[in-house]
């Protein structure tokens, strides 16, 4: 978008918040970028340029604004959309890869060269690799700076950077301000609340308008019992992170999602941000995506009903599948039953001072042993359970960030027990395919029915193409015509 200058400068002069992390603006005279919504008087057309990501303004000489924090605006959706090479490089990027294994490690996982990976980053955004992490961690420096007490030094190392020093030379080239004065300037802001120790505690920004009832019923009604819970009026669920566990607990609000991670090791604190995000479909564009669906007369009564549907998804692809396995042709209360057990038998022990988390989910190593006989489940369930663990640790199925849509679904559609249901479903929740859809699903036929649809799966797949690339959206519409307590924020 960041290309079509009449209309970003629209958006600019109207201070457009939907357009915020769709492009960036840098004002030449001032050598400062702002994200769309900005509140100051907006600069003069002719001194305006635009970039798609603040590591590409980062690059070109521009500082962060002071006043709209551009760098702390929700991601571009436009990496969720896509399943291309750059979107699946900027998902990977978002979830720490190349802090963690360098360059070689995102091209490996992308199946490319890092020559390659950096021309086609650096040909739609403006900005390499490295360059892209840098940006992230400066993010996750300032969110440290200004929310914990932590020391500096500390601080330098949760970030990712390799020293102390170019954590100073960083954060003084991006926001103008030593780390130390950014302290001041937040405690000067607002007043701090008391901290728990070992608790971080900070706001996820969002595109309005957000409807938390699916999005956060749909998570607590189908809670693991030990690894997920509904708490005071928050979410909560452990994560299973590289350096250690952490625990999430993520609660809606007008403006933002209030989010309090507590972590073994402050260094999974850019990817523990990545995932909530993920599990809550934070970047969405809900504008572009309900516009769409009013486009269908029969939908757009429900959109209007209740606008801002997020697609709740899942912080770990392979998780997800085990659990779509035990869910298949069984109720809710049933599928948590046999996943707590699941979970009881191989998960990881952990420690919840704040509520009654227990374990982490089990991953696919330690479940590739189980003795299926323990399973109570038919046995054409536990071959399908069995064979999906082995294929995810031997490493012929991958599901995650990196994967391929299409690839995925082939592969899990060789599986014995993979119905279209079930991968597509996979798709929707556990790969992030915004278009996945479910028409043979009872609960998806029977909304149609009611609402005048097709409500076989063909014609109502032949109908759903108009809604396309958003039918996993309109899949939560149509759920939410249900009693269903999935559909309901929980009291």
Not at 276 to 298: M, N, Q, T, Y
Not at 359 to 377: I, R, S, V
Request: proline fraction near 8%; include cysteine; charge should be positive.
């Amino acid at each position: 978008m960041h290309t079509d200058t009449e209309r970003c400068v629209r958006a600019v002069q109207s201070k457009d918040a939907r357009f915020d992390g769709w492009f960036f603006t840098a004002v030449l005279t001032t050598r400062i970028y702002c994200r769309p919504s900005c509140p100051v008087v907006p600069p003069k057309a002719e001194n305006m340029t635009f970039y798609p990501s603040a590591a590409a303004c980062q690059q070109a000489g521009f500082r962060a604004c002071k006043r709209c924090r551009p760098d702390t605006s929700p991601g571009s959706p436009e990496w969720n959309a896509r399943a291309d090479t750059v979107a699946r490089a900027m998902r990977l990027i978002q979830d720490g890869v190349v802090d963690r294994e360098g360059v070689p490690g995102l091209a490996a996982r992308l199946g490319y060269s890092t020559r390659q990976v950096e021309r086609q980053l650096l040909a739609e955004l403006g900005a390499g690799p490295l360059a892209l992490a840098r940006a992230q961690r400066a993010q996750t420096a300032r969110l440290l700076i200004e929310t914990t007490g932590l020391p500096m030094a500390d601080v330098a190392f949760a970030a990712g950077f390799a020293s102390v020093r170019t954590f100073n030379d960083t954060v003084r080239e991006v926001f103008a301000l030593a780390p130390g004065e950014l302290r001041a300037r937040a405690a000067r802001g607002t007043a701090r609340l008391p901290q728990t120790p070992g608790v971080i505690a900070l706001r996820l920004p969002y595109r309005a308008p957000l409807n938390p009832d699916n999005l956060f019923g749909h998570l607590a009604a189908t809670a693991v019992p030990g690894v997920e819970e509904w708490r005071d009026g928050a979410y909560r669920r452990t994560l299973a992170l590289p350096h250690g566990h952490g625990i999430a607990a993520l609660a809606p609000r007008p403006d933002h999602i209030a989010c309090r991670l507590s972590l073994t090791d402050p260094r999974d604190l850019t990817l523990a941000i990545s995932r909530c995000r993920r599990l809550l479909d934070l970047d969405a564009d809900p504008v572009a995506i309900d516009d769409r669906l009013r486009g269908d007369e029969l939908l757009a009564p429900l959109v209007d009903k209740a606008p801002g549907r997020r697609v709740p998804r899942t912080v770990d692809a392979a998780e997800f599948a085990v659990r779509a396995v035990l869910g298949q042709q069984v109720s809710t209360a049933a599928a948590r039953t046999h996943a707590g057990r699941l979970v009881a038998a191989h998960g990881t022990p952990v420690d919840d001072p704040e509520g009654g988390l227990t374990h982490l989910f089990p991953a696919p190593d330690a479940l590739a042993a189980l003795d299926p006989e323990a399973l109570a489940l038919p046995r054409s369930r536990r071959t399908t359970l069995t064979t999906l663990v082995a294929a995810l640790a031997d490493g012929s199925l991958r599901l995650g960030l990196d994967s391929d849509w299409d690839d995925a679904r082939a592969g899990l559609a060789r599986l014995p027990g993979f119905g279209p249901w079930t991968v597509e479903v996979i798709a929707m929740r556990a790969l992030g395919d915004p278009d996945a859809f479910l028409p043979t699903d009872l609960g998806i036929r029977r909304a149609a029915e009611g609402l005048g649809l097709p409500s076989t799966p063909a014609a109502l797949t032949a109908r759903a193409a108009a809604w396309r690339p958003w039918r996993a959206y309109a899949v939560q519409y149509l759920w939410a015509t249900d009693t269903h307590p999935i559909n309901h924020l929980p009291s």
